[in-house]
């Protein structure tokens, strides 16, 4: 679900799996490992402020800063929806535990258009990054794209867009034909967001739009319009 705080997917080591099987769980856990270190050095929340001056130094971040652009220019829909082709408002405070706010991490606001980062559940810069990632890929899908992010299919495109950048960013890094890593994690991590606003539903629209989903590289790379998804 968009705004929804969803952990990357872990890979774990099968009995009597091959050697490239192997070697992978091994980096994988070596990941994992150096998560848990970083919490355990830090293990406290931000401070308002100490997540503002995160914010900042993450636009430094390419890919964040193309898709803050493109949600300001909003090169996109004829009519942009209230807040969108504007300054991005993006703001850090405590989140509630009820709610929309739930147990996000960070979620979408609409009209006007805006991200909050809940500084109670975030710790480090890496984080801050992430759920910025996946955040402004949602506002992007909805201020240039024109999805509707309450219908099932265009959710789970979107969903499995901003996993992809974000929680499972990290199996990028590994050699290409070990690519079903990555897809399983954004697959796996966009059924339990879209599944959060559609129980029932959520698996079968995933599988309706993953590979379409996956493959559009808006707007990073030119690709074809996805406004059939919206559908």
Known sequence: ???????????????????????????????????KRRKRRRSMPLSPGECEAMVTRAFQDDKLSVLRAAIERHEGRAAAPE????????????????????CARAFTE??????????????????????????????YDYCVAGLDLFKCTALAYSEVR???DAECSSYKDFPSFLGWIERNCARRTAV???RNLFPQEGRDCVAQVFVDAHADQSPFISSSSSSSSSS
């Open 1 to 35: 679900e968009a705004g929804r705080h969803l952990g990357a997917g872990q890979v774990e080591k099968r009995r009597g799996a091959g050697s490239g099987r192997a070697r992978v769980s091994e980096s994988d856990s070596r990941l994992t490992r150096r998560r």
């Open 162 to 164: 901003a996993a992809r």
């Open 110 to 139: 609409a009209e006007p258009m805006g991200v909050v980062l809940c500084t109670n559940r975030l710790e480090s810069c890496h984080e801050v990054r992430e759920v910025l990632r996946h955040e402004l890929t949602h506002a």
């Open 192 to 194: 339990s967001a879209t």
């Open 83 to 102: 807040g969108c082709g504007r300054p991005l408002r993006i703001s850090c405070r405590d989140c509630r535990k009820d709610g929309v706010e739930g």
